[in-house]
């Protein structure tokens, strides 16, 4: 990532439609359902799977791949997103994923230089 840019997300939903793993911690598997209004022990039998390393969760894909909690383009469950979501693309990312995101480079604002807190938007 470049010194002094922030990627500005677009929304396109792309990132949500790439096959991989989401990992969610304890905590945000309780946000999660709290948010939904699902116990707990029904979110995560219904909303997420073993990590292929076995050291814990990640929500489950739709059978065409994309994330179980994409709808179209949005993410319905963006107030509790899981911080792999909410850091994409600035706070990591992977070779080649500037092909597919539309995240628009604009000047890393003051406030975000000493930032490394998962963002929310
Ligand atoms: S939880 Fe939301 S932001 Fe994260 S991959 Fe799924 S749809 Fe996308
Ligand atoms: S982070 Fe990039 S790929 Fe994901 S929704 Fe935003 S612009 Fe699209």
Known sequence: MEEGVHYQCQRCGNCCR???????????VRKIADFLGKPLYDFVADYTDIRLNRAGLTLIDKPNGECIFLDGIECTIQAVKP????????QWNFPGWR???????????????NDQ???TS
């Not at 995101?101 to 975000?112: M, Q, R, S, T, Y």
């Open 99 to 113: 092909e597919k995101c539309e995240a628009i480079p604009v000047p890393k604002p003051d406030f975000e230089e």
């Open 18 to 28: 790439w096959h991989g793993e989401v990992p969610v911690t304890d905590e945000e």
């Open 117 to 119: 807190s998962p963002r």
């Open 83 to 90: 911080g792999q979501c909410a850091g994409f693309p600035n």
